[in-house]
């Protein structure tokens, strides 16, 4: 495939790289992704009643079990190899950096280590009102169940309207400006600030590469658009880039 091969020869001359992901990267694992098809999320439940801070305080309880039924899905899933093939990336790399909006957990299962979670984790938890934060929850029939303080626990999570961790967008900041290639998967690029990521990158001189089955948002700032599933394209490109380096190390 013509674009593999543009895509590893960029890949192959970077040395810093940020891989970005959504919820298409998980969607071969068995979880659905928010905006495309009919088992999407969000054609099916409404996204301002269960991930927004005002849909939380109209119904806590709704909006907490709608958590425990997609942690119970997230915990029964596995990566695959496209989330193994970034983990593989990842040491090729003098820099790397991998920003997921993610919050299943999956690419750290995979092995990957300098990990931003955009978007928090549905495994950990804090209370709605002072932001304690509670790696398990209290056994009780409350629901949702109390922090020490008697506020509301709630997932750790980054719902519409409420602002992402600082230091992980300096992080995530800094990276970006600093990058030769920006490997973007499995996301639509219409959440920002994550959205606003790929261009941002390039006008800071980065090249962008895209993996997705869809036309996205970000596909008109791809340099290389590879149109495929991340399980496919992913162990495929990290293939070719190991053979290629392999082959600068012994020409002839
Ligand atoms: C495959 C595939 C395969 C399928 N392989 N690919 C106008 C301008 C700028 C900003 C705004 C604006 N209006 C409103 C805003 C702000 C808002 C926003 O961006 N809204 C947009 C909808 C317009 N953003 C926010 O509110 C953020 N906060 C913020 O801006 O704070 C500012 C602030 C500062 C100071 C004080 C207060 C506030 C927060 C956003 C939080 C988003 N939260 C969610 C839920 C997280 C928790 C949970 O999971 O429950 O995050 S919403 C949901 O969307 C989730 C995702 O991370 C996020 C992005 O979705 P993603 O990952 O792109 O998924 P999909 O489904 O959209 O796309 C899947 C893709 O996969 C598709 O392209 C498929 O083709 C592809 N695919 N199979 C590869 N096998």
Same mark, same amino acid.
């Given at each position: 495939?013509?674009?593999?091969?543009?895509?590893?020869?960029?890949?192959?001359?970077? #040395?810093?790289? !940020?891989? +970005? +992901?959504?919820?298409?990267?998980?969607?071969?694992?068995?979880?659905?992704?928010?905006?495309?098809?009919?088992?999407?999320?969000?054609?099916?439940?409404?996204?301002?009643?269960?991930?927004?801070?005002?849909?939380?305080?109209?119904?806590?309880?709704?909006?907490?079990?709608?958590?425990? $039924?997609?942690?119970?899905?997230?915990?029964?899933?596995?990566?695959? %190899?496209?989330?193994?093939?970034?983990?593989?990336?990842?040491?090729?790399? &003098?820099?790397?950096?991998?920003?997921?909006?993610?919050?299943?957990?999956?690419?750290?299962?995979?092995?990957?280590?300098?990990?931003?979670?955009?978007?928090?984790?549905?495994?950990?938890?804090?209370?709605?009102?002072?932001?304690?934060?509670? &790696?398990? !929850?209290?056994?009780?029939?409350?629901?949702?169940?109390?922090?020490?303080?008697?506020?509301?626990? #709630?997932?750790? !999570?980054?719902?519409?309207?409420?602002?992402?961790?600082? /230091?992980?967008? /300096?992080?995530?900041?800094?990276?970006?400006? &600093?990058?030769?290639?920006?490997?973007?998967?499995?996301? &639509?690029?219409?959440?920002?600030?994550? %959205?606003?990521?790929?261009?941002?990158?390039? #006008?800071?001189?980065?090249?962008?590469?895209?993996?997705?089955? $869809?036309?996205?948002?970000? +596909? %008109?700032?791809? /340099?290389?658009?590879?149109?495929?599933?991340?399980?496919?394209?992913?162990?495929?490109?990290? %293939?070719?880039? #190991?053979?290629?380096?392999?082959?600068?190390?012994?020409?002839?």
């Amino acid at each position: 495939m013509q674009e593999l091969d543009r895509a590893t020869e960029i890949l192959a001359g970077a #040395r810093r790289l !940020v891989v +970005t +992901t959504g919820a298409g990267m998980s969607k071969e694992s068995g979880i659905p992704t928010f905006r495309e098809g009919p088992n999407a999320l969000w054609s099916n439940y409404n996204q301002e009643d269960l991930a927004t801070p005002e849909g939380f305080l109209r119904n806590p309880p709704l909006v907490w079990k709608w958590y425990v $039924e997609r942690r119970k899905l997230m915990a029964k899933v596995s990566p695959h %190899a496209g989330h193994i093939a970034i983990a593989e990336m990842e040491p090729l790399y &003098s820099e790397f950096i991998l920003l997921t909006q993610n919050i299943d957990n999956l690419h750290r299962q995979a092995g990957s280590r300098n990990l931003v979670e955009l978007h928090g984790n549905i495994y950990r938890y804090k209370c709605f009102d002072n932001h304690h934060p509670a &790696s398990s !929850v209290p056994d009780t029939h409350e629901v949702p169940p109390r922090c020490v303080c008697g506020s509301y626990l #709630r997932p750790d !999570v980054v719902w519409f309207g409420e602002p992402l961790d600082p /230091d992980n967008l /300096d992080r995530a900041f800094a990276a970006l400006e &600093s990058c030769d290639v920006i490997l973007v998967v499995g996301t &639509s690029g219409i959440v920002y600030p994550a %959205a606003g990521f790929p261009a941002l990158a390039k #006008r800071a001189g980065a090249r962008v590469v895209e993996v997705n089955p $869809e036309i996205t948002a970000v +596909t %008109a700032d791809a /340099d290389v658009f590879i149109q495929a599933r991340a399980g496919e394209a992913l162990p495929a490109l990290v %293939a070719r880039l #190991r053979a290629h380096r392999a082959a600068r190390k012994s020409p002839g």
